[in-house]
């Protein structure tokens, strides 16, 4: 009797433990189901960033010469940002930057990680693949990388194409446009960066930007008579710049049309209403006083955003954003804790669901360029506070470097060659030798001719302007926050003055 009462006891109580077993199975694969819909209904995400792309050359910010149906309907269906910002006007620096969300004296990223110059990001910061991949994200890139070393700034996948072929490099995302998991995709073009194609024979040669009298597969070529193009204010109408600017957008009108053929994979997939697209350039146009420079046409920039979950679209949103808010903003539309990766921009989605919000909030950006190429020392920060901007000028003393490619361009070359006074709206002098600090009112001077540094009636403006740069570099751990009170003759010695 007692043996039967024990098995009895024994097998009712395995039959308690194995429904236990059982309920907390079905619950885990309850709440990993619940996970997973939860991570499929996260948003696809793609980041799509043009080489060298000025605000002058798009449609949807009023240019009517320049061919651009594809982001003009991206404009259309989203929203453009009139104050975007990169926070180094040059390549290699604005992009670490882009996926990092950290201005680059603060994790390394100085200037061009290519050849000689060897400048790369410290292998302790975590990236926007990476932290994307840990959530679960397939992460890809194709197209100029231009970032090191590689294991921080690691992608699932890596694609091949020719960078200036845009249509052939979105035909190269068909699997990651037909993944399963949410993707976010990095798609950078080479376009309308400049080739190397100057003639060293004849100075007078407009560089290509890409160009080919052979066009590339899937591209209607779109040609632009010189006479046509529009020239900004701070370059020379001259025969040489037309000429280049006429490449310049005909290597835009590829990119907008590679655009359009990942937009059209993308609507076919059935996938178009729940991503992301982000329209962005690294820094301005490839041409002296944009590219390189902290001036307006250096460093704003065009940024369209179309996001399917906001329901207002054509919006035109004035919030002062920069590159560094990108990081936070798309961990932010990934579902992110946003707490987990430490970033010195802060996330602009709020400012999609409702323009009207931005207020003081988005009144005030910073940038900080120290290199271009590393034989360009050339350190220069910024702060811009509503209308008022301040350039201070680390390196005054020095004559403003060129990049070698810009230096090489007909379009200076013609100036310093016949030693002309003015470059565009500035005098060449004026452009070459600046003085340590820049304080201009946009308001009323957009084109950054009138220097209020040394205005008696700004000296207030001016101070306040210089604490708040102070502040941010203190705040970012800028080394160059030393040069504020420093003897130059100390250089080197590793003392924290």
């Given at each position: 009797?007692?043996?039967?009462?024990?098995?009895?006891?024994?097998?009712?109580?395995?039959?308690?433990?194995?429904?236990?077993?059982?309920?907390?199975?079905?619950?885990?694969?309850?709440?990993?189901?619940?996970?997973?819909?939860?991570?499929?209904?996260?948003?696809?995400?793609?980041?799509?960033?043009?080489?060298?792309?000025?605000?002058?050359?798009?449609?949807?910010?009023?240019?009517?010469?320049?061919?651009?149906?594809?982001?003009?309907?991206?404009?259309?269906?989203?929203?453009?940002?009139?104050?975007?910002?990169?926070?180094?006007?040059?390549?290699?620096?604005?992009?670490?930057?882009?996926?990092?969300?950290?201005?680059?004296?603060?994790?390394?990223?100085?200037?061009?990680?290519?050849?000689?110059?060897?400048?790369?990001?410290?292998?302790?910061?975590?990236?926007?693949?990476?932290?994307?991949?840990?959530?679960?994200?397939?992460?890809?890139?194709?197209?100029?990388?231009?970032?090191?070393?590689?294991?921080?700034?690691?992608?699932?996948?890596?694609?091949?194409?020719?960078?200036?072929?845009?249509?052939?490099?979105?035909?190269?995302?068909?699997?990651?446009?037909?993944?399963e998991k949410p993707f976010f995709l990095?798609?950078?073009?080479?376009?309308?960066?400049?080739?190397?194609?100057?003639?060293?024979?004849?100075?007078?040669?407009?560089?290509?930007?890409?160009?080919?009298?052979?066009?590339?597969?899937?591209?209607?070529?779109?040609?632009?008579?010189?006479?046509?193009?529009?020239?900004?204010?701070?370059?020379?109408?001259?025969?040489?710049?037309?000429?280049?600017?006429?490449?310049?957008?005909?290597?835009?009108?590829?990119?907008?049309?590679?655009?359009?053929?990942l937009m059209q994979m993308l609507k076919?997939?059935?996938?178009?209403?729940?991503?992301?697209?982000?329209?962005?350039?690294?820094?301005?146009?490839?041409?002296?006083?944009?590219?390189?420079?902290?001036?307006?046409?250096?460093?704003?920039?065009?940024?369209?955003?179309?996001d399917p979950s906001v329901e207002a679209?054509?919006?035109?949103?004035?919030?002062?954003?920069?590159?560094?808010?990108?990081?936070?903003?798309?961990?932010?539309?990934?579902?992110?804790?946003?707490?987990?990766?430490?970033?010195?921009?802060?996330?602009?989605?709020?400012?999609?669901?409702?323009?009207?919000?931005?207020?003081?909030?988005?009144?005030?950006?910073?940038?900080?360029?120290?290199?271009?190429?590393?034989?360009?020392?050339?350190?220069?920060?910024?702060?811009?506070?509503?209308?008022?901007?301040?350039?201070?000028?680390?390196?005054?003393?020095?004559?403003?470097?060129?990049?070698?490619?810009?230096?090489?361009?007909?379009?200076?070359?013609?100036?310093?060659?016949?030693?002309?006074?003015?470059?565009?709206?500035?005098?060449?002098?004026?452009?070459?030798?600046?003085?340590?600090?820049?304080?201009?009112?946009?308001?009323?001077?957009?084109?950054?001719?009138?220097?209020?540094?040394?205005?008696?009636?700004?000296?207030?403006?001016?101070?306040?302007?210089?604490?708040?740069?102070?502040?941010?570099?203190?705040?970012?751990?800028?080394?160059?926050?030393?040069?504020?009170?420093?003897?130059?003759?100390?250089?080197?010695?590793?003392?924290?003055?």
């Amino acid at each position: 009797m007692k043996n039967i009462l024990g098995k009895y006891i024994l097998l009712s109580f395995t039959g308690v433990l194995l429904f236990s077993i059982s309920s907390c199975s079905e619950k885990a694969k309850t709440e990993a189901t619940a996970m997973t819909i939860e991570a499929d209904s996260r948003p696809n995400i793609i980041l799509f960033v043009a080489d060298d792309h000025g605000l002058d050359a798009l449609g949807a910010y009023g240019n009517p010469v320049i061919k651009t149906p594809n982001l003009d309907k991206l404009a259309a269906e989203g929203a453009k940002f009139t104050n975007a910002y990169c926070t180094s006007a040059s390549c290699a620096a604005s992009r670490s930057v882009i996926l990092t969300g950290k201005y680059g004296h603060a994790t390394g990223s100085y200037g061009h990680v290519h050849d000689y110059h060897h400048f790369s990001t410290y292998d302790t910061i975590t990236s926007l693949p990476v932290r994307l991949e840990q959530e679960g994200y397939l992460t890809a890139r194709i197209g100029k990388y231009h970032l090191a070393p590689e294991d921080v700034y690691k992608f699932t996948d890596v694609l091949k194409a020719n960078g200036r072929s845009t249509y052939e490099m979105a035909e190269k995302c068909k699997d990651v446009v037909a993944s399963e998991k949410p993707f976010f995709l990095y798609f950078c073009t080479d376009d309308p960066h400049r080739a190397k194609s100057t003639d060293p024979n004849d100075w007078r040669a407009p560089n290509s930007f890409g160009n080919r009298p052979e066009g590339y597969p899937g591209i209607e070529t779109v040609t632009y008579d010189p006479k046509d193009v529009l020239v900004p204010d701070f370059l020379p109408d001259s025969k040489e710049t037309r000429e280049e600017i006429a490449q310049y957008y005909q290597s835009i009108s590829r990119i907008d049309q590679g655009f359009g053929k990942l937009m059209q994979m993308l609507k076919e997939s059935g996938k178009a209403d729940n991503t992301v697209v982000i329209y962005i350039s690294d820094n301005g146009m490839a041409f002296p006083g944009a590219k390189t420079n902290l001036y307006e046409p250096g460093m704003k920039l065009p940024c369209i955003v179309k996001d399917p979950s906001v329901e207002a679209k054509g919006n035109t949103i004035d919030a002062m954003i920069t590159w560094a808010d990108l990081t936070p903003t798309i961990l932010d539309m990934a579902k992110v804790d946003l707490n987990s990766l430490k970033t010195h921009g802060k996330s602009f989605k709020p400012v999609l669901n409702d323009a009207s919000s931005a207020g003081d909030n988005w009144n005030e950006v910073y940038a900080s360029h120290t290199f271009h190429e590393i034989t360009m020392y050339y350190p220069m920060r910024v702060v811009r506070e509503g209308n008022y901007k301040l350039i201070r000028n680390i390196a005054w003393g020095l004559e403003y470097p060129f990049a070698s490619d810009l230096w090489a361009a007909s379009t200076w070359q013609e100036v310093h060659r016949n030693e002309k006074e003015f470059f565009g709206n500035k005098k060449t002098e004026d452009y070459l030798h600046r003085p340590e600090f820049e304080l201009f009112d946009l308001s009323k001077d957009p084109n950054e001719l009138n220097n209020l540094a040394e205005n008696k009636q700004h000296k207030e403006v001016l101070d306040r302007l210089i604490e708040k740069m102070k502040a941010f570099q203190l705040k970012t751990k800028d080394p160059w926050y030393n040069s504020w009170n420093y003897d130059p003759a100390l250089q080197g010695t590793g003392l924290n003055l």
